[in-house]
């Protein structure tokens, strides 16, 4: 939920599917055939991913932040790119979707951080293999394995100060979106 930026949010649930899933088993597809040649391989596995994580990622989302679904696409879009920038939606209406979301967003934190062995072990296995890869491998196996070495210090060393940005920002907006419920309160 972190990772998907507002434009994601634009549309209803298909769309969203369609919006995570393409670049998702066109990116899986790309390294099946950088590995195997193979085109049907590529195809087959674009083919399955594409509704496999685009249906499944699409849920997730619906799940953690259900309040999506009382919003129009265009309220959606503005509050996860105000929420995301740390900015004022402008809309004084808006406010609870964007404490919402900012909520959403610290438990999809809270979820990835115990996930982050996972990684760490996954990425202990790709450098073993790209380093087999490079001496007993093809150069076409070795290139892909340490492309996945890449893809794993991007999500171990990038990703984490990247979500730390996105949650200060989601603070700042949360705080800004309290302070303007609290100006339109009755009685203040």
Do not use: K
Not at 132 to 146: M, N, P, Q, Y
Request: charged share 20%; no cysteine.
């Amino acid at each position: 939920m972190l990772m998907f930026p507002s434009w994601v949010w634009r549309g209803g649930p298909v769309r969203r599917a369609v919006s995570i899933g393409l670049p998702v088993g066109v990116f899986f597809g790309v390294f099946v055939l950088a590995e195997s040649g193979s085109w049907l391989g590529a195809v087959v596995a674009a083919l399955f991913l594409i509704p496999f994580s685009g249906i499944r990622m699409a849920r997730r989302m619906s799940r953690a932040w259900p309040g999506a679904n009382d919003l129009d696409s265009a309220d959606r879009v503005a509050v996860v790119r105000a929420t995301r920038r740390g900015e004022d939606t402008g809309d004084a209406r808006l406010a609870p979707a964007v404490i919402d979301y900012s909520g959403a967003l610290r438990t999809a934190r809270e979820r990835d951080r115990l996930l982050q062995w996972v990684v760490l072990l996954f990425a202990g296995v790709a450098v073993a293999l790209a380093v087999g890869d490079t001496l007993t491998g093809s150069t076409r196996d070795a290139l892909v394995s340490w492309l996945w070495v890449a893809i794993f210090l991007v999500e171990l060393i990038w990703w984490p100060r990247e979500q730390a940005h996105i949650m200060s920002n989601a603070e700042q907006a949360e705080r800004s979106a309290r302070h303007v419920l609290r100006q339109n309160s009755p009685g203040e």
